[in-house]
């Protein structure tokens, strides 16, 4: 796959919650309570997001880029669209960033990227399960439960495209105006979760909660971008020690670099369960808005 140290360390952590999603899906299904099969396709929608992230579905090109932005003070990938393009050119040539604050931006542009493939991804998993429905000449109760199925289908890509939309709205304003200082939340994916939670249906005193929340959250995404960036530079002094010869001194940053990945494994895992919950919570507020 040729994927980088981190990246390695992000497939893992997605594979886990994967494999923990299926086990308990696995015992639902046991005591029968997903008869209409809408849990088991999210699992295989989930599963074919991961591939698709990490190149592994035989598509060329396919795989999403690894989130550590810019090398070398060069961005390590395009946007892959137009748009996205446009506004960062803007911004890396606007003097209004410093350098900190332009990986910062990279990193949400490469966020929103990510967000637009999983919708992409989500649409076309849509497109087919419908046109499977209209070939079906005699309606039944079956058919009556997979209707329900793309309903909830449909909810979830109308939420992915309120974020989005939401998200590319954020980026515009911050290419052309730069950093607010008074900004609560510096790290995207906690932005879009805020912005999300002001229009779900939560009390004041909920939404005072859910704040309080997001902001232990970002120090948890924090740290696990400083284990990261401490995993990266690990690999790349084991690469150069083992043209050394040095085999002392290759077996203590083996130790190091083992130590490393392992730590940035459990908190790649972490992260993801908690955003995976504060999602659903969200979710939760969203559906009942609509209700």
């Known amino acids: 796959l040729h994927l980088s140290a981190?990246?390695?360390?992000?497939?893992?952590?997605?594979?886990?919650i994967q494999e923990k999603d299926e086990l308990s899906w696995k015992k639902l299904k046991a005591e029968g309570l997903d008869e209409d099969g809408e849990k088991e396709a999210k699992l295989r929608r989930n599963l074919n997001v991961i591939m698709t992230k990490y190149g592994m579905n035989g598509k060329k090109d396919s795989q999403l880029v690894d989130t550590n932005y810019i090398k070398d003070g060069t961005e390590s990938d395009t946007l892959d669209d137009p748009r996205l393009e446009k506004l960062w050119s803007k911004a890396k040539t606007s003097g209004k960033f410093?350098?900190?604050?332009?990986d910062k931006l990279w990193r949400e542009f490469k966020h929103h990227k990510e967000k637009i493939h999983e919708?992409?991804?989500l649409l076309e998993t849509v497109s087919r399960t419908e046109d499977i429905h209209k070939n079906v000449i005699n309606p039944s109760e079956e058919n009556l439960v997979k209707e329900e199925i793309?309903?909830?289908?449909?909810?979830?890509?109308?939420?992915?495209?309120?974020?989005i939309n939401q998200g590319f709205e954020r980026l515009r304003k911050v290419s052309h105006q730069g950093y607010d200082t008074t900004s609560e939340f510096e790290e995207p994916r906690v932005i879009d979760l805020w912005d999300m939670a002001k229009s779900a249906n939560f009390t004041e005193k909920e939404l005072e909660s859910f704040r309080?929340?997001?902001?232990?959250?970002?120090?948890?995404?924090e740290k696990h971008h400083h284990y990261q960036k401490q995993l990266e530079i690990s690999h790349e002094k084991l690469k150069h020690i083992?043209?050394?010869?040095?085999?002392?001194?290759?077996?203590?940053?083996k130790e190091?670099?083992?130590?490393l990945e392992e730590k940035t494994k459990e908190l790649g895992y972490k992260v993801k369960k908690h955003l995976q919950d504060l999602s659903s919570r969200i979710s939760q507020g969203l559906h009942h808005n609509e209700l």
């Open 98 to 102: 410093s350098a900190e604050e332009l």
């Open 119 to 121: 919708y992409n991804i």
């Open 150 to 163: 793309l309903h909830n289908k449909h909810r979830e890509l109308k939420e992915k495209l309120r974020s």
């Open 256 to 259: 190091k670099y083992a130590m």
């Open 6 to 16: 981190v990246k390695l360390a992000e497939l893992h952590s997605d594979l886990k």
């Open 212 to 221: 309080e929340e997001l902001k232990h959250f970002e120090a948890k995404i």
């Open 242 to 253: 083992e043209g050394t010869g040095d085999k002392d001194h290759l077996n203590r940053n």
